[in-house]
């Protein structure tokens, strides 16, 4: 009670002296040279944190005399490279402006210049805003390489897994190439997302907010939801969907016609994670149904002995080419299905696959390896994941499959059991090309091989093309190499392979000791 009492005192005399220290500047003018006050401004307020969930996030409310455009900078406090400047295009008299991207346990400096119709600059009004520490369950960031000139633009955005042993709710933040947090959501005290739990993490819609599922993994959280979760910068729920006779396990994901794609367990099912759902973002209904059982052979225990959870659903892709669907299961491999349920391809070894479900022997399934010579790979120890070819190797309990440009196939090979066998763990970011009327695959680039242990993930991770910049995003997110749990934000040149940008991401606590985060993104902070 005490601390609440404190914390609430804290935040009213921030935001009085945010209001004193604004008016002074008004009527006075800045006497140290620096950006100076505008008339133009009639009333205005700040609110830090209006949502109570996003304690790096404020508003600035201002009535002006003229309509105005407003450029804000947030000056950074790494020098003058560190700044961050965005761009609000609205001509108003009542401006409403987002402030994100704030320091944490800092007296942030922002600055608003305001521009007439005519692009002519009316003056600057400088804002202060003191903001409180970073609470005790975020990570310590070490910057090991950022070469700021030829890295992506953006901050990185983190899915966190780590706690400090006593709370759980999971928070996602984003951090800048310096390693500051500059945003993050803590929905510790919301009475429906205080036991969020969202498996692999947060993605931005197409409409620039953020989505997610929230269900309870499994692991005996309370609070369990179920539903699909659409959020402003702010954590306002915006949107949600429910998956009646289904529950939420690890995966949403936005098709281009807005629908989502899910991964579930079917209520009252024998076994887990083995269905995939299809939502109407507008209806909210549920308008196709995958079941895993019928199209593979969910008696098949080459890589696990689960015969409940035997597909482990770990992420589902879809592909507008052919309106079809990837679907990553952690224990089989990656198989495309069609929109039907048929079998198109399968993307593992060759041991051991039978009859599906409904019939189907799946043997004519598997995708026969190419050489870099584009010849058939035929020996047998190759084919069945004994051995690697120097051109090509499997991918092994894999995540986080995507489609590049060219159309090829790109995932997280996280590495575990590779070739059967515990010894010589390394996890690799992996590009395919696949031949899908020949039924061939070619693999085409690697990077992570070289690493070994030190970016060796069994679980979770993520892979990222950043076409822009013809870069990949490289994310490790469960190291046990040399002492405590972490994860690693990695940023590769595609074509010399050469680091760009790495970030180690030392949780106080990983999820199950081992779990610091199961993907990042590289985004800008505004859509």
């Known amino acids: 009670m005490c601390n609440s009492l404190l914390k609430s005192k804290y935040v009213l005399l921030s935001l009085l002296f945010v209001l004193i220290a604004a008016s002074c500047n008004k009527d ?38 003229e309509e105005v455009r407003v450029s804000m900078r947030i000056n950074g406090r790494n020098g003058s490279n560190s700044d961050f400047v965005h761009e609000f295009p609205t001509f108003s008299t009542v401006l409403t402006l987002p402030v994100h991207g704030l320091y944490a346990d800092h007296l942030n400096l922002v600055d608003l210049t305001f521009y007439d119709r005519n692009g002519r600059d009316l003056g600057t009004e400088r804002f202060e805003i003191p903001t409180e520490p970073l609470i005790s369950v975020m990570p310590e960031i070490v910057i090991e390489e950022a070469k700021r000139n030829d890295m992506a633009d953006g901050m990185t955005l983190v899915s966190y897994f780590g706690h400090n042993g006593a709370t759980f709710p999971q928070r ?64 306002n729920i915006i949107n ?19 629908n989502f794609l899910v991964t579930v367990n079917k209520i009252g099912a024998a076994t887990v994670e083995d269905h995939i759902i299809e939502i109407d973002r507008a209806s909210k209904d549920i308008v196709n149904v995958w079941d895993l059982n019928l199209a593979l052979q969910n008696s098949r225990t080459t890589w696990t002995d689960d015969t409940v959870d035997w597909f482990h659903a770990n992420a589902v892709l879809y592909d507008e080419r052919d309106d ?54 035929t020996d047998p120890s190759v084919l069945q994941g004994t051995l690697n070819h120097p051109d090509f190797e499997w991918a092994w309990y894999q995540h986080a499959p995507l489609i590049t440009p060219d159309g090829n196939l790109m995932l997280f090979d996280n590495g575990d059991n590779r070739n059967y066998v515990s010894s010589g763990p390394y996890s690799r970011a992996v590009e395919y090309r696949i031949d899908e009327t020949n039924k061939t695959i070619q693999q085409l ?53 050469s680091v760009l940008f790495e970030a180690t991401i030392i949780p106080p606590v990983a999820f199950f000791d081992i779990i610091t985060l199961h993907r990042t993104e590289r985004i800008t902070l505004y859509p």
């Not at 907010?209 to 993994?217: I, K, L, T, V």
């Not at 995966?251 to 807005?258: A, S």
């Not at 799946?362 to 995708?367: D, S």
């Not at 013809?470 to 997110?477: A, W």
């Open 324 to 377: 079809s669907i990837i679907v990553s299961g952690r224990t089989q491999g990656l198989v495309k299905l069609s929109s039907n349920n048929e079998v198109l391809w399968i993307l593992a070894p060759h041991r051991d696959w039978g009859l599906s479900g409904n019939g189907v022997d799946l043997a004519t399934r598997l995708l026969q390896p190419l050489d870099s010579n584009s010849q058939p790979i």
């Open 28 to 65: 006075k003018g800045n006497p140290s040279g620096e950006p100076t006050g505008t008339d133009v401004i009639e009333n205005q307020f700040v609110s830090l944190n209006p949502s109570s969930f996003s304690p790096l996030s404020a508003f600035i409310e201002l009535e002006t005399s």
């Open 445 to 497: 680039w690697q990077y992570g091989k070289e690493r070994g242990e030190e970016t060796y993930s069994r679980i979770v991770s993520d892979a990222d093309y950043l076409e822009s910049q013809d870069h990949i995003l490289f994310s490790p997110g469960a190291i046990l190499d040399q002492g405590a749990a972490h994860g690693k934000s990695i940023e590769i040149d595609y074509n010399n392979r």
């Open 240 to 258: 949600t969907w429910e998956m009646p006779g289904y529950t939420f396990h690890h995966e949403v994901h936005e098709k281009p016609n807005g």
């Open 172 to 235: 996602p933040f984003i951090f800048d190439s310096y390693g500051e947090i500059r945003w993050y959501l803590d929905f510790n005290a919301s009475p429906e997302l205080g036991a969020l739990f969202y498996d692999d993490g947060v993605e931005r819609l197409s409409n620039g907010n953020f989505y997610f599922g929230s269900g309870g993994g499994g692991f005996g959280l309370s609070g369990e939801i179920n539903k699909i979760y659409e959020v402003d910068l702010f954590g």
